[in-house]
């Protein structure tokens, strides 16, 4: 079941210290940018009193204006995607809205691991409805996969995930069928495949997955 809810003190609390930690390298990236620019002068001003003619004093110059220019752009790239980040956790605080997507169910197929790609799964969370979700944030643990959890989405300002978490409860499960190798990729490429990254919800039994992926939309 997908609903909204409030964030939690705790998940406020972990918000709170991603914006420190994003805000200290926002930092860094401030004081790298003086002491490359610094370096950059010094170096140029040592060199400055060695030089012998005019030609060499235009090369001296343009050479430190490169690595100033070089300095920069680095400094710029880093600054735009932190500040992206501070903005989305701020939009996340003051929204203090989650998804949740709540699961009830001792029925699942587990999509096994292929390289990194994560684990996927697909859930029967009622009679006929069926939740795809998985990646790197969901590798089964001694208490997950589990016949009650719940998982916990916050948004920033562009549908960007500033936070993912799950909560089990209940007993840990064993999946109905395991999916691995040349099968998973080929289920999991069907143009019906429920995207596991937007948690889709279709409608279905999990004994019939496959006939219902390969079916083609008219």
Partial sequence: MKKNRPLTPKETGYLDRELGQVKKKLKFQYKFLFGYSLLAILIGSFVYFKLDSRTELYLLIGTVTVYILIGAWSFLESYFKIKKQLNNINFAKITNNVNSIQVTSDRYIELSEVEDEG?????????????????QDFYP????????????????????????????????????????????????????????????????????????????IV
């Avoid at 029967?124 to 939740?131: G, H, K, S, V």
């Avoid at 916990?152 to 960007?160: P, S």
């Avoid at 209940?170 to 998973?184: A, D, E, N």
């Fill in 141 to 216: 643990s001694k208490n997950f996969p589990s016949d009650s959890f719940e998982i916990a989405i916050c948004y920033g300002e562009n549908e960007e995930i500033v936070f993912l978490k799950k909560y089990t409860s209940g007993k840990k499960l064993k999946p109905v069928s395991r999916i691995t190798g040349k099968k998973k990729w080929d289920l999991i490429a069907s143009v019906n495949y429920p995207d596991p990254d937007k948690f889709t919800i279709i409608e279905g039994h999990l004994d019939k997955i496959e006939e219902i992926t390969a079916h083609n």
């Fill in 119 to 135: 684990v996927h799964y697909l859930f029967q969370i009622a009679d006929n409805q069926i939740l795809s979700f998985g990646g």
